[in-house]
C-alpha cells in the first residue's frame, strides 16, 4: 500500500498526460510556454482570484509574497507553531523575524487568541514592527480566517495564506438573501495566496512547482518582476534584485490534466474516503484499550478539506506515560501499512530557530506534534485499502 497512491493516478490519467508531455517536447517552449498562462488563468477561475502568478515552488511562492509586500528587516511575521519548515523559513530568508504562534489543538491550525497575545507582546517590547501573518491550512484545512482577518483589519497586518495543503479546500457561507450558499475557496482568503505543487500536495505535478494568487493588480506586477530576476520592461531590463523562478512548461502541461481530474472527482473521492476512515475507526474504538484514546480529524461546521492529510490524534489521558507512537508505527509497517509524524518538532524547537526569541507560550504545537499520526490518504485509495488500515491501527492497539 502506498502512503500517496501516484503511480495510481498517472495509471488512471496516463493517456491525457502522456499527450500533455509529449506536446510540450515536440513544441520545445519549455519555459513560459503556452500552457503557464492557460493553466495560470484556469487556477485563477477556480480559486475565484484575479491574478494567478505560477512559480518554481511552494517556498519561493512565499518569498515572492514577502517580496512584493516589501517584509524584512525589522519586520515581525506571525507564524502558526506548527507547520512545515518553509512557511517559517520564508521570513528568516528575507531578513524579517517569524514570530510563533500556538495553533488550536482541533484544527491544527492558527489559534487566534494567541496570534493576539503574539502581537500585543511585540507591540510592548517594541523591537519589531508587526507586519503580517502567515496562516496556514495544515492538511487541506482552511484556516479561521474570520477571526485572523479581524485581527489583522485591527492591527493593520497583511494576511499571506500559505495554502501549500489547503489548494481546494472551502469554506461554505449562508448567502445574503438566504438562499442556499456561496462558497469561498482555499488561496482566495489572504491578501496574497500560496500554494505548492509538490508532487505529494492536493494538487501535484511531477516535480516542484508553486503559485501565488492575489486580487491586487500592484502586488502581481511585482512578484511577476520579481519571478524572472526583477524584470522591468522586458527581460534584459532589471529593475529590483529578484529570483529565477519559473514554473516548467511541461509541469503546467501536466497540471492542466491534473487540475481537471480534480475537479471532476479528486476532491469529492478524496472526502468520501476521509468519511469512510473517520466513521470506521469511531466505530471501533470500543475496541482498544480503555486508557488510549483516539480522536479523528475535526471539521468545523461549512468547512470541507482537501485531505492533504488525513491526521489522528492518539492519546492517554489517564495514564502518567506518553503514547508509543514509533511502536505503532513499527507494528502498522509490519502489517503493510505506511504512516507519517506531520510534523514531530514545533517550529520553536527547530534548531534552525534556536536564536529566534519565543514571544508567547506554544503548549498545543508541542502536545499535537507528539501525539499525531498520518494515514496513508489520496483520491484513489479503495474502501478496502481504508478498512484495512482502520482495523490494523485498532488490532494494533
Ligand atoms: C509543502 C509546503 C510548503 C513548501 O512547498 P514546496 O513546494 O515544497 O516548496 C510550504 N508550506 C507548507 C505548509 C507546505 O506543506
Given at each position: ?58 517556498t519561493d511562492?512565499l518569498t515572492l509574497a514577502l517580496k512584493a509586500l516589501g517584509i524584512g528587516k525589522g519586520d515581525a511575521v506571525?507564524v ?8 517559517a523559513e520564508v521570513v528568516s530568508l528575507e531578513g524579517a523575524t517569524p ?32 507586519k503580517a501573518?502567515i ?25 499571506i ?65 520579481y ?14 534584485i529578484?529570483l ?154
Open positions: 500500500m502506498e502512503f500517496r497512491d501516484l503511480k495510481k493516478q498517472y495509471q488512471v490519467l496516463k493517456a491525457d498526460i502522456d499527450k500533455a508531455m509529449v506536446e510540450v517536447a515536440s513544441s520545445a517552449h519549455f519555459i513560459m510556454g503556452a500552457p503557464v498562462k492557460e493553466l495560470e488563468q484556469q487556477l485563477a477561475d477556480y480559486v475565484g482570484v484575479k491574478h494567478c502568478l505560477a512559480c518554481a515552488n511552494g511562492a506571525f502558526p507553531d506548527f507547520t512545515f519548515f518553509s512557511t514570530v510563533f504562534v500556538d495553533i488550536d489543538p482541533r484544527t491544527f491550525n492558527m489559534d487566534a487568541k494567541s496570534l493576539e497575545e503574539a502581537v500585543r507582546c511585540v507591540l510592548d517590547q517594541m523591537t519589531l514592527r508587526p501573518i496562516a496556514v491550512d495544515l492538511f487541506g484545512l482552511p484556516a479561521n480566517y474570520d477571526a485572523i482577518r479581524e485581527i489583522a483589519k485591527k492591527e493593520g497586518l497583511f494576511v495564506e500559505d495554502g501549500a495543503q489547503g489548494f481546494g479546500g472551502y469554506v461554505r457561507k449562508p448567502k445574503v438573501d438566504g438562499n442556499g450558499y456561496d462558497i469561498q475557496r482555499a488561496c482566495s482568503f489572504g491578501d496574497i495566496a500560496t500554494t505548492s505543487f509538490f508532487p505529494a500536495k492536493p494538487l501535484g505535478c511531477y516535480g516542484d512547482g508553486g503559485a501565488v494568487f492575489t486580487n491586487n493588480d500592484q502586488w502581481a506586477a511585482l512578484i511577476d518582476s519571478r524572472v530576476h526583477g524584470k522591468g520592461s522586458y527581460k534584459y531590463d532589471n529593475v529590483r529578484g529565477n523562478s519559473r514554473l516548467d512548461t511541461l509541469q503546467a502541461a501536466i497540471l492542466q490534466v491534473k487540475l481537471k481530474a480534480f475537479k471532476e472527482y479528486e476532491l469529492t473521492d478524496v472526502n468520501k474516503a476521509a468519511d469512510y476512515y473517520t466513521q470506521l475507526i469511531n466505530g471501533m474504538t470500543k475496541f482498544i484499550k480503555k486508557e488510549i484514546q483516539i480522536t479523528t480529524p475535526y471539521i468545523p461546521r461549512n468547512y470541507t478539506s482537501s485531505w492533504a492529510q488525513y491526521t489522528i490524534k492518539l492519546s492517554v489521558p489517564s495514564g502518567n506515560g506518553t503514547f508509543n507512537r514509533e511502536a505503532l508505527q513499527a507494528k502498522l509497517k509490519a502489517k503493510g501499512v505506511p504512516s507519517m509524524v506531520y510534523y514531530p518538532t514545533p517550529m520553536s524547537k527547530q534548531t534552525a530557530f534556536k536564536e529566534v526569541h519565543q514571544y508567547v507560550l506554544t503548549p498545543n504545537a508541542q502536545q499535537i506534534s507528539d501525539c499525531v499520526l498520518s494515514l496513508p490518504m489520496h483520491p484513489y485509495i479503495t474502501r478496502e485499502e481504508i478498512r484495512f488500515v482502520a482495523e490494523s491501527l485498532i488490532s494494533s492497539l
